[in-house]
């Protein structure tokens, strides 16, 4: 009599199937990746008055839509655009003791490319039949030539390539000493080459889209 | 005698009593490192190959617009011509504004100006749709954008 009181042990025999059931529910409904892409800021749409640009500060790139590049008026082929890229941005066309000299630019100082990174524009111009994959990767070499500039200083000034240095602003784990320590430095070597790439809707109107 | 010999003989029983243990390990791991899909595919989206990518973390504020030809099984209905969608819809270009407007009113207001939309486009797609769309986002002001694509040789995109 007494035995029948006791609570009966409950079966766990199927826990690892339920357990089993959920696991494959999961590994269905969700993925693992996230997201990664070019991030971009896109001009505002209200007028601004035009500013004038010297034309040897603009890096006019254009693709047409057999996906052909022109890159200041020579053609020029997809491997050779990050390059040319640098060299125009990192020319430092501005003789000494002008106020836009600039000092660690390492560039042959010609006098028909950009007087100085902060003034040097890329226009990137593209026909609306090119293909996207294409436009992609011509924003992603302007971009590695960007990176690279930005890349190059902070090796030079702090030991640590800029890259590396946005992944340890981003990672949530850096305490927020260190990130406003990381953040005076970003914005540094961001002002040493500040991203100008523009998007013209015509060849006289040119719409910036900042970074 | 004989009976007793065969017990004796025969390998132990392996216990299964931590097998749930171990599953359910598994299920928290990937409970926790997976982020749940939200949207089916109305559209081809082979996205380009970009190598100076950036991570899209915190997808609460995200806005994803998806541009491509419609999949196979609709094409044969909507022909081969790149459409946009929105949601779980195919939508018109004239569509994008309101739309996005309809998520970016959906987010708390705290994180508003925070928020990006992330262009998923198909890089057989023409420049010309994607311009359309950027020129909808900068009527209403949204002005972050990212183009989504695969971590990869960029170069793979001009084959």
Redesign the interface.
């Known amino acids: 009599m007494a035995r029948n009181n006791e609570i009966p042990e409950v079966n ?2 199927s ?2 199937d ?3 059931l ?2 494959i529910f ?2 269905v ?4 990746e ?12 209200d007028p601004t008055p035009p500013i004038k640009v010297q034309e040897k500060n603009i890096f006019r790139v254009s ?1 047409n839509k057999k ?1 052909e590049l022109l890159v200041e008026n020579e053609i020029m082929s ?2 050779n655009l990050k390059s040319a890229t640098i060299d125009f941005l990192d020319n430092g066309g501005a003789p000494k003791g002008d106020g836009n000299y600039c000092d660690y630019c390492q560039g042959d100082r010609s006098l028909y490319a950009s007087d100085s990174p902060g003034r040097a524009i890329v226009s990137l111009n ?12 011509v ?3 302007l ?2 030539a960007y ?1 690279e500039l930005r890349s190059r200083e902070a090796e030079r000034l702090f030991n640590l390539g800029y890259e590396e240095m ?1 992944e340890i602003y ?1 990672d949530p784990q850096t305490d927020l000493k260190a990130k406003s320590e990381l953040k005076a430095k970003i914005n540094q070597i961001r002002t040493m080459y500040p991203m100008q790439l523009s ?1 013209a809707e015509t060849n006289m109107n040119l719409i910036a889209e900042f970074q | 005698m004989k009976n007793y010999r065969n017990t004796k003989n025969r390998l132990p029983a392996v216990s299964t009593a931590s097998l749930p243990d171990i599953v359910f390990m598994l299920l928290f791991f990937f409970m926790t490192v997976t982020t749940v899909k939200d949207n089916t595919l109305l559209v081809d989206n082979r996205l380009p190959n970009a190598d100076q990518v950036k991570k899209l973390e915190k997808r609460d504020r995200i806005i994803e617009i998806f541009v491509g030809k419609p999949s196979p099984e609709l094409a044969s209905v909507l022909g081969s011509e790149p459409k946009i969608q929105l949601d779980n819809r195919l939508a018109t270009i004239n569509e994008v504004a309101p739309y996005v407007l309809s998520e970016l009113a959906k987010k708390p207001e705290a994180i508003r100006n925070l928020v990006t939309v992330s262009l998923k486009v198909d890089q057989e797609v023409n420049v010309g749709v994607v311009s359309d769309i950027k020129e909808e986002l900068r009527r209403v002001n949204l002005l972050k954008v990212n183009y989504t694509t695969y971590q990869g040789d960029a170069f793979l995109n001009a084959q």
């Open positions: 766990a025999g826990m690892a339920i357990a089993f959920l696991l999961f590994l409904t969700t993925t693992i996230t997201d990664v892409g070019l991030d971009r800021k896109l001009p505002p749409k693709l996906n997809l491997e593209s026909d609306r039949e090119a293909t996207y994959g294409v436009y992609i990767l924003q992603n070499e971009t590695a990176n946005e981003f998007e």
